[in-house]
């Protein structure tokens, strides 16, 4: 089975940047797809960002265009979330997930997404 571990998140001033990473147990199948969602206290879950293992296909939500960058580097079994100009309401619990390719095909549907890290924090001031 799929485990993976998330690196510290943080608390950065608006403006700041901040780097993610998740590594995977393996590259499988059921991992080719990774990617972030994010959840901020009374709100639903939303997907952040994801990334097929080709590196090519990807997608990001429309709230963090422009201003996040997801990758990966398949030799290491990492993907990373790149966030630079941080906002407020950036603030929130980011889980990374991994799931096969439909995650990815789907645009961030939490059910296609299999496996999902304990979530770290990011918390962004004004």
């Known amino acids: 089975q799929v485990h993976l571990t998330e690196s510290e998140g943080g608390s950065v001033p608006a403006g700041g940047s901040l780097r993610l990473s998740c590594e995977s147990s393996e590259l499988t199948d059921s991992s080719s797809c990774m990617g972030w969602f994010r959840q901020a206290p009374g709100k639903a879950r939303e997907g952040v960002a994801s990334?097929?293992?080709?590196?090519?296909?990807?997608y990001l939500t429309e709230s963090v265009k422009g201003r996040f960058t997801i990758s990966r580097d398949n030799a290491k079994n990492t993907v990373y979330l790149q966030m630079d100009d941080l906002k407020p309401t950036d603030t929130a619990m980011y889980y990374c997930?991994?799931?096969?390719?439909?995650?990815?095909?789907?645009?961030?549907?939490?059910?296609?997404?299999?496996?999902w890290g304990h979530g770290t924090q990011v918390t962004v001031s004004s």
């Open positions: 997930a991994a799931g096969g390719i439909v995650a990815c095909i789907a645009s961030m549907k939490e059910y296609d997404f299999k496996t």
């Open positions: 990334i097929y293992s080709d590196g090519v296909m990807t």
